[in-house]
């Protein structure tokens, strides 16, 4: 153990409200004293053991479940006692108090957790993957955010460090005999091995991008001109009357969003209103908001009435930002004489039936990559993403270099960067500043 900390922290560990049971939580160097002023005497370590928690007048506060953990085998690296009383919010405010007057202090948020990283018993990407966890809206991101705490991610993340680091020392090795007659930069392994690492981080980059939209979702914005069955769509989706729906264009007049569970993947669903010219001051306030909604969507699901002209429809499609990408929805198939087939591009569909909505589904899946089952997903977040993106530009950055010029120097200068943006990831290279931010976006316990 590598103990960062003198100090005790403690904090209840279960959230706010009244339950069966209530945690209250302690970490760090006075576990030991506490334990006995409270419990009389601390059970065996790793051991449950039903005890009175008793408070400065040797009165009964509670009685509860006591369980201890020894340095270096806990959580957080440290001693830790976990004190499992009834879950009201009395009972463990007057815990909690005990314990504070006998030294400890309040945790921080996601303090816990970052007394666990700083003690070697978990890496960063782990830490973040806890939260990622409690937060988890769906299975699929729950057992993606299981995998990457058992370490997926990070074994990924220093398989690739490994084979850099290997390949910075040649190069640098190389670098200290330039009056050698053997060109040690010519060596074709050093080509190879740089592009093999460029494949590796590609894989890692599309798995890491699929594992935070299993975290984070997609957002959906519906559009259409009025009347196309948006609404219908917005409901179909939902499975429940969301939105109101008439024969009558126009009758969506601002944004309304929904979230829903895909099969796994959490969707941000934004319905607007039918997009046309109008002099009504209400609908073009709306369909200005329905452009506006454009700028926050991973993808635009464009609907077309197949039972009407489809040019003047899909002539939205011009209008829509280059960076969005866009899935037309030909709905109305139920009444319309037109058919087509779903692919890629477009996809053929009932809101009112239903038909073709399992097509919808999977069109929507297969546009960001992901796969039915996300067997071996991992979740990752965006500064994930961002190292991942940095460490990409400096392999194909050091291999030009390489290639052009033989230009070691500043191949070496792009392994090391590139070893640096690998490191934040699991926390070998981080500032204190984006730890402070990053676990305090933890909750208060963990």
Not at 114 to 134: G, S, T, V, W
Not at 299 to 309: K, N, R, T, W, Y
Not at 372 to 386: I, K, P, Q, W
Request: aromatic fraction near 4%; glycine fraction near 10%; include cysteine.
């Amino acid at each position: 153990m590598n103990s960062h900390n003198t100090d005790t922290i403690c904090a209840v560990a279960t959230p706010a409200g009244s339950g069966g049971v209530g945690i209250v939580r302690i970490s760090g160097p006075g576990v030991t004293l506490i334990g006995r002023e409270i419990l009389a005497s601390l059970p065996e370590p790793r051991n449950a053991k039903f005890s009175s928690f008793q408070d400065g007048a040797g009165s009964t506060i509670d009685s509860g479940i006591a369980l201890y953990f020894k340095s270096p085998h806990s959580f957080t690296g440290e001693d830790v006692l976990e004190l499992q009383a009834h879950g009201g919010p009395v009972v463990l405010n007057l815990l909690l108090k005990r314990v504070l007057s006998l030294g400890a202090r309040l945790a921080r948020p996601g303090e816990f957790s970052e007394r666990a990283f700083l003690n070697d018993k978990l890496d960063l990407a782990q830490a973040e993957a806890i939260a990622d966890l409690i937060e988890s809206g769906t299975e699929a991101s729950a057992r993606a955010a299981q995998r990457s705490l058992q370490g997926v991610f990070s074994r990924q993340v220093e398989g690739i460090l490994e084979s850099l680091v290997a390949l910075r020392i040649h190069v640098e090795a190389a670098m200290d005999f330039p009056d050698e007659e053997i060109d040690f930069l010519a060596d074709p392994k050093i080509l190879a091995t740089l592009e093999s690492l460029q494949l590796k981080v590609s894989d890692v980059q599309q798995q890491a991008h699929q594992g935070q939209l299993l975290k984070d979702g997609l957002t959906l914005a519906i559009i259409g001109r009025p009347n196309s069955g948006k609404s219908s769509l917005l409901n179909a989706l939902t499975g429940r009357d969301s939105a109101i729906v008439t024969d009558v264009p126009g009758t969506t007049r601002d944004l309304v969003r929904e979230q829903i569970n895909m099969d796994g993947l959490p969707l941000h669903l934004i319905d607007t209103a039918g997009i046309r010219d109008t002099g009504d001051q209400v609908e073009a306030e709306g369909v200005r908001r329905a452009r506006d909604s454009l700028r926050e969507a991973d993808l635009v699901l464009l609907v077309v009435d197949a039972g009407s002209d489809p040019e003047d429809q899909l002539a939205l499609k011009a209008e829509l930002p280059s960076a969005v990408p866009c899935l037309v929805v030909f709905n109305k198939t139920d009444i319309s004489d037109r058919s087509g087939d779903s692919n890629g591009e477009e996809v053929w569909i009932s809101a009112k039936t239903g038909a073709g909505m399992g097509g919808l589904k999977s069109s929507i899946r297969n546009r960001f990559g992901l796969t039915e089952s996300n067997e071996g997903a991992f979740t990752a977040r965006t500064r994930h993403l961002d190292a991942l993106a940095r460490v990409s530009t400096s392999l194909e950055t050091g291999r030009r270099q390489l290639v052009e010029h033989q230009a070691g120097e500043i191949l070496a200068e792009e392994l090391r960067q590139a070893q640096h943006a690998l490191g934040e990831i699991t926390g070998k290279f981080t500032s204190e500043d984006m730890l402070g931010a990053i676990f305090a976006s933890f909750c208060i316990g963990k």
